[in-house]
Every structure is written in C-alpha cells, then in structure tokens.
C-alpha cells in the first residue's frame, strides 16, 4: 500500500509538471500557460523553480535580447491622467513602462511598488506610465480604468493600449513562444531599453516564497540608479 501511494504521488506530479511546461490556455491577465487540478501555491512554486532552471539567453521571457536596442515608438488609444506623451518628448528622462490589466494578481503586487518609485524619483527625471491592456481586448471606459488604478494603488499616467498594438510591437510579434503579456521596460534618457521583466510580480519582500520577487526588483533598482544617475547624451538634448 505505502509502495502505491508513492507511486500515485510521483505519477500526479509528473502530471503536474508536464501540464505547467506543456499547456498553451491563458489565465486573464497573468500567464498564458495553467495546470488543471492544481493548487496556485503548488503552480507559483514550480513556475518559479522553472523559470530559475532556464538560462536567460533561452528564456522567451527573459527579454534579454532587448536590453541595448533603442525602444520602440509607442501608438496608444488614449491617456489617463496625462496629455499624451510621445517616447521623443520624453529623451532626458527616464521612463518605466509597465503593462497591466484588471483582475492580475501580479499587477495588484507590483504597482503600488512603482507607484512609491514614481513620487521617490520623479524629481531625479524618472517617469512611470501604467499601460493598460484589456485581457482580452475589450472595450472598457475611463472611469472604469481609473477606479481599478485607484484601488490597486497606481495614480501615475496611464496609457490605454485598447487593441494590443504598442504591446505587439515591443513584445509579441514575431515571438508566440512568450508567456506573459503584464511586462515592463526601463528606458534610459537616450531612449534605450535599459532592462526588462517578462511579466509576473516583483517587488521587495523578506518572504521566502518571493525570493525571486525580491532579487528581480533589486535588479530593476540597479538598472534605474544607474539610468538616473547618468546624464542624457547629444541626441537627448537636440
């Protein structure tokens, strides 16, 4: 009998594993893979162990290969809280760019965390815009969008990315491999992708089920230190 259980145990997590590295169907908001019959804390905790395995060279989500290029032009449906602002308006300052939606549980970690940067460094240039993507695209109303934004705890500006197009051209076309759409760039007073996180959370935490969490915001608090700290080149300026 004990020799059955175990054997039952192992083939349900050989099951369980296979469904996280296999399945394709998306979860509103957060990550388009699932595993059925499964709790959330046993799928973040071999979803973490996964994504820790990969080398970020051969992660889709790593977004490394984009850490250097020039950001590309952003075409958003409207603006929140802003007068629309152009990526060439905004060469001398550095910009976060974060996509959220409702009902993401990443996004409802992670932007009170940006939100407390924004009023930190905006004074040093740096300029945090939540882009909103209806999952899936919908058609929602302002008040609608600031009464989430409110209650999540993000007052910045808000760009409306109703259709996905600013979204495709900097992460999914051309890559049906990617995860995750809630993503997030840091670009440099030049206009170049200074780092980037593939989706999920991160934001600072002692609890050793967020380890990653953590590490990921001391490297988005890296990467904007020294962005913040360096002075915009010749074409910035022009």
């Not at 099951?15 to 595993?35: N, S, T």
């Not at 815009?129 to 500006?157: C, N, Q, T, W, Y």
Request: hydrophobic letters at 40%; charged letters at 25%; one cysteine or more.
């Amino acid at each position: 009998m004990r020799m059955h259980r175990a054997r039952v145990a192992l083939r349900q997590t050989l099951v369980l594993a296979a469904a996280i590295l296999l399945a394709p169907a998306a979860a509103p908001g957060e990550v388009r893979w699932r595993a059925a019959s499964s709790s959330a804390g046993e799928v973040q905790r071999l979803a973490a162990a996964r994504s820790q395995s990969i080398d970020p060279a051969r992660d889709p989500d790593s977004g490394a290969e984009l850490v250097g290029k020039p950001a590309p032009r952003w075409t958003f449906d409207r603006w929140l809280r802003s007068k629309p602002m152009a990526l060439r308006d905004l060469r001398g300052k550095v910009v976060l760019v974060r996509w959220w939606t409702e009902g993401c549980h990443y996004c409802r970690t992670t932007l009170p965390v940006l939100e407390q940067l924004r009023r930190r460094d905006a004074a040093a240039g740096l300029v945090v815009i939540g882009v909103f993507h209806p999952k899936p695209p919908h058609p929602v109303s302002d008040r609608h969008i600031l009464e989430v934004a409110d209650r999540i705890g993000f007052r910045g500006p808000i760009a409306v990315d109703a259709t996905w197009k600013t979204l495709d051209r900097y992460w999914l076309d051309g890559n049906p491999e990617r995860n995750w759409t809630s993503v997030s760039f840091l670009i440099d007073r030049d206009g170049v992708i200074r780092w980037v996180h593939g989706g999920g959370e991160y934001h600072p935490s002692d609890d050793p089920a967020h380890l990653r969490c953590d590490a990921e915001y001391r490297g988005l608090e890296q990467a904007l230190a020294q962005a913040l700290a360096e002075k915009p080149g010749p074409a910035a300026l022009q």
